[in-house]
């Protein structure tokens, strides 16, 4: 009996977002921890900039972006 695999279709969104994880996965793999942290903090700030927002530190250390 031949089995039928079913997938459902995989929205742009969906496929842009995994292209953005992938280079992102290429920009840090070779880097320190401390090259990651400036990467991702350099990261954060320049999306802060582009959102106009400001970052708010949040009680468990994380951060949110706010207007």
């Known amino acids: 009996m031949k089995t039928i695999k079913k997938t459902a279709p995989i929205s742009r969104a969906l496929s842009e977002v995994w292209e953005w994880k992938e280079d992102v996965y290429k920009d840090v793999k070779d880097m320190s921890f401390e090259e990651k942290h400036r990467y991702y903090e350099n990261s954060l700030r320049e ?21």
């Open 47 to 67: 999306s802060v900039k582009i959102l106009r927002g400001k970052l708010k530190t949040n009680p468990d250390g994380s951060y949110s972006i706010v207007r």
